[in-house]
Nanobody, 126 residues
């Protein structure tokens, strides 16, 4: 069965950097769409960055543009999120998501993804 496992979270001071990784296993083929989401207690899970794995086209929410970079390895079985210039408001649990369906609509919607990792905590102190 498909499994997504995140790693790389931790605690950093504002202005620092972290690189998250998401390893995908058990998949019969490369996914169509992958993404990073984040969630803080009491709030809805929100998209951070998405990538169409075939084209490599990536999209970012405004709050992380210019600071975060989503990427994938050549075999397309590992997803990364390079996070620079981190701010306290970036503190959250970060989740990797993937889907193999070719569908229309926004890639920022939680319901668009059928597979999720368990999350990795990112804490940014001021």
């Amino acid at each position: 069965r498909v499994q997504l496992v995140e790693s790389g979270g931790g605690s950093v001071q504002a202005g620092g950097s972290l690189r998250l990784s998401c390893s995908v296993s058990g998949a019969p083929s490369s996914s169509h769409l992958m993404a990073w989401f984040r969630q803080v207690p009491g709030k809805e899970r929100e998209a951070v960055a998405t990538i169409y794995t075939g084209s490599g086209n990536a999209y970012y929410v405004d709050s992380v543009k210019g600071r975060f970079t989503i990427s994938q390895d050549n075999a397309k079985n590992t997803l990364f999120l390079q996070m620079n210039s981190l701010k306290p408001e970036d503190t959250a649990m970060y989740y990797c998501a993937a889907d193999w369906r070719v569908l229309g609509g926004s890639s920022y919607q939680v319901a668009r993804y059928g597979y999720w990792g368990q999350g990795t905590q990112v804490t940014v102190s001021s």
